[in-house]
C-alpha cells in the first residue's frame, strides 16, 4: 500500500527535475562558504538565457574548514530557477500557474495531523544543540554573499508562528541569520505586515514570548506559499492542501505548539524574544544592495527535528534576476491581473508586469492597457495597481499592447513618445519606505503614475514589412549567417496614423516604380504650405 501523500516532497521533486533535464546533480566537493553560491549565481549573470537555466544538487558539501555534512545535501534553485521549474513544483502548466492560485486561495483544504512524520526521524534537544559542529552549526547552511554575508542565512527557510488571538498559523519566508549553535537572528518586516511581524507584535504585548519553527525543505506545494501575498490571518497550510487537491500532511514540533509540514527535511524550534533585539546582518537582499546590520528579532532554538538523511533548500537571491524574484513574479502577476480585472471591475487591463532586472519586481509595474479604454480608465487601473500592496508600486506604468512589457527599451520608447510628463505624471505622497536601503530624508517615499499609452493614433513602427523581413531572414538562413533570435519589434506595424495611399506609394517604392510617387508629389506642390506642414489627404492619380 502506497502511503505517501498527494503531493511531492522535495526529494520526489529534485528526482522529477532530474528525469526532465532540469537539474545539474554536483557530485564534487563544494565548500558551501566560499564556492557554492558564486557557482550558482554564474547562472545568472554569466548571459545564460533563461530557459537554459537548471536546479542545483550538491551531494558532497563541506565548509571552509574543510568539514564534511554526511547524510546532507543542499540544493539551490530547486524551487524557481526558470518559471518551468517552479510550474512543475506546482505540478501545473506554466499557463495555468495564476489561476491554480486563484483556485487555491479560494478554496482552502485544513491539514491532516499525522503522530509520526518523516522530519522528526531525529531529534536534537538540549546538550545536542550546544557547542561546535552541534545545534544549527550542525547544518550546511550556506554563505549567500561571500565576502559581504556576516553567517550562513536561512533563505528558502518558512517560520512558522501562530497569532496568539485567534489560534491561526502563519507561514512567511523570512531570512534567519545564524548566531550560534542555539540562536538565530530573523528579519520579519513589519512595515509590510508580515504575519510573524504581526504576531510578534501581540506576543510582545502579552509579555511572552514568541514561539516559532523553522522549516527547511519543505514540500514544493508549502514552499511557495511562503512568499505569495496571502490575506493576514490566512493559513497558508490550508491553500497549500487546494494546491494540492489534498490535505498537507502535518506534525506537532515536539517542543512549541505549532503544526509543519510532515515531510519536510529539517524543522528547527524555538522561542522568539519579546523583550530584546539582536543586530542582524549585513546581507545581500534581493533590492540588489547589502542589507546593512540592524536589529532584528532573535529566537532561542529549542529543538532540531530532521530526516536521517536530508535535503536543505536555499535560495539564490541578491541583484536580480534570481530565485527568489522568479518565485515570486510568476504568483504576484497574476494576482494584481484579477484584482485590476475582477475585484476592481478595468477590463481595459490585460497583463500585469513586474520588471524584475535589478529592480525586484517592487519598485516598477507595468499595466498593459487595450487600445480604446477610456482614459479614466487607465488612471483608475494606475492607482489600483499602487494602492493593491504596501510594497510593490513605486514606480506605475501604463502601456499599449504593441509595448513588450518584458523588454524595459520598449517601455522606455513608450514614456519618451507616448507621454507628457505635465499631463500624464502624478505623484502620490506617504508611501512606505519598502524593502531596500533607505533614502537621504526620511521614510516617507512616494508613488509615480506614469500613462505612456497612446492618446491617438500613431504612425506606423519604422521597420520593414513582416513580408520583406521574413524574405531577408531566409537569405540569411541560407548564407549560414550567425543564428538569429529575433528582439521585439523585429518587423513594422501600424499604429493608426496610416492611409491606404501610404500604402500604395511604398508599394510601388518596394516595386522600383519610385518615379512614380515624385510625379504624384510635384502634382501636390503647394505655394501656400509652411515647412513641415502635415500633407494629408493627397490623391494620386498614378494607378
Not at 564534487?28 to 557557482?39: C, G, N, S, T
Not at 550562513?152 to 545564524?178: E, S, V
Not at 532561542?300 to 527535528?305: L, S
Not at 484584482?339 to 529592480?359: A, D, Q
Amino acid at each position: 500500500m502506497d502511503d505517501r501523500p498527494g503531493y511531492d516532497d522535495l526529494d520526489a521533486h529534485l528526482e522529477k527535475l532530474a528525469a526532465a533535464g532540469l537539474l545539474h546533480v554536483i557530485d564534487r566537493e563544494i565548500d558551501k562558504d566560499r564556492e557554492m553560491h558564486p557557482l550558482v549565481r554564474w547562472q545568472y549573470r554569466g548571459g545564460i538565457p533563461e530557459k537554459n537555466r537548471k536546479a542545483f544538487l550538491f551531494t558532497n558539501v563541506t565548509d571552509a574548514k574543510g568539514r564534511a555534512y554526511p547524510g546532507a545535501r543542499v540544493t539551490i534553485g530547486a524551487l524557481a530557477a526558470t518559471p518551468d521549474i517552479y510550474a512543475l513544483g506546482l505540478c501545473k502548466p506554466r499557463d495555468d500557474i495564476g489561476k491554480t492560485w486563484l483556485a487555491a486561495m479560494a478554496a482552502p483544504i485544513p491539514p491532516k495531523v499525522v503522530d509520526t512524520a518523516p522530519c522528526q526521524e531525529v531529534v536534537l534537544t538540549g546538550d545536542d544543540l550546544l557547542g561546535e559542529g552541534k545545534g544549527l552549526d550542525a547544518l550546511p547552511i550556506p554563505i549567500s554573499t561571500p565576502g559581504y554575508d556576516t553567517a550562513p542565512y536561512f533563505t528558502a527557510g518558512l517560520w512558522a508562528t501562530r497569532d496568539p488571538d485567534t489560534g491561526i498559523q502563519n507561514l512567511g519566508l523570512y531570512r534567519g541569520n545564524l548566531k550560534a549553535p542555539d540562536r538565530v537572528a530573523v528579519m520579519m518586516e513589519r512595515s509590510t505586515l508580515a504575519g510573524g511581524g504581526v504576531h510578534w507584535l501581540k506576543y510582545k504585548a502579552r509579555g511572552e514570548k514568541m514561539p516559532a519553527a523553522v522549516v527547511l525543505g519543505a514540500p514544493p506545494l508549502v514552499a511557495f506559499t511562503g512568499p505569495q501575498k496571502l490575506p493576514l490571518g490566512c493559513d497558508e497550510l490550508t491553500v497549500a492542501g487546494a494546491l494540492a487537491g489534498c490535505p498537507i500532511e502535518v506534525v506537532r514540533c515536539k517542543t512549541v505548539d505549532l503544526l509543519v509540514p510532515a515531510t519536510a527535511q529539517v524543522i528547527v524550534e524555538g522561542l522568539i524574544d519579546t523583550d530584546s533585539l539582536e543586530p542582524e546582518g549585513p546581507f545581500g537582499e534581493s533590492h540588489g544592495y547589502m542589507a546593512l546590520e540592524e536589529y532584528n528579532f532573535s529566537m532561542t532554538v529549542t529543538a532540531i527535528t530532521r530526516r536521517k538523511n536530508y535535503t536543505i533548500a536555499s535560495i539564490i537571491s541578491q541583484v536580480t534576476p534570481c530565485e527568489s524574484s522568479v518565485i515570486k513574479k510568476v504568483a504576484y502577476e497574476p494576482l494584481y491581473l484579477d484584482h485590476l480585472r475582477n475585484t476592481l471591475n478595468i477590463k481595459g487591463v490585460t497583463r500585469v508586469s513586474m520588471h524584475e532586472p535589478l529592480t525586484n519586481l517592487r519598485r516598477f509595474l507595468f499595466i498593459t492597457i487595450a487600445k480604446g479604454t477610456p482614459h479614466t480608465e487607465v488612471w483608475r487601473a494606475l492607482m489600483g495597481a499602487a494602492s493593491f500592496t504596501p510594497a510593490i508600486g513605486k514606480f506605475c506604468v501604463a502601456i499599449d499592447e504593441d509595448i513588450d512589457p518584458e523588454n524595459t527599451d520598449h517601455v522606455l520608447w513608450a514614456m519618451a513618445y507616448r507621454s507628457n510628463p505635465v499631463t500624464d505624471t502624478h505623484v502620490i505622497p506617504n508611501r512606505g519606505k519598502g524593502h531596500g536601503p533607505q533614502l537621504p530624508g526620511g521614510a516617507i517615499d512616494s508613488t509615480l503614475l506614469v500613462d505612456a499609452t497612446a492618446k491617438g493614433d500613431f504612425p506606423p513602427v519604422a521597420l520593414p514589412k513582416k513580408e520583406f523581413m521574413d524574405r531577408a531572414r531566409g537569405i540569411w538562413e541560407e548564407l549560414g549567417l550567425p543564428a538569429l533570435a529575433p528582439e521585439s519589434p523585429w518587423s513594422g506595424y501600424s499604429l493608426g496614423d496610416w492611409s491606404e495611399e501610404w500604402d500604395a506609394c511604398a508599394a510601388r517604392a518596394a516595386s522600383g516604380d519610385w518615379l512614380a510617387n515624385g510625379r504624384r508629389s510635384a502634382a501636390a506642390r503647394s505655394a501656400t504650405a509652411k515647412p513641415q506642414d502635415p500633407a494629408r489627404g493627397i490623391v494620386s492619380s498614378e494607378k
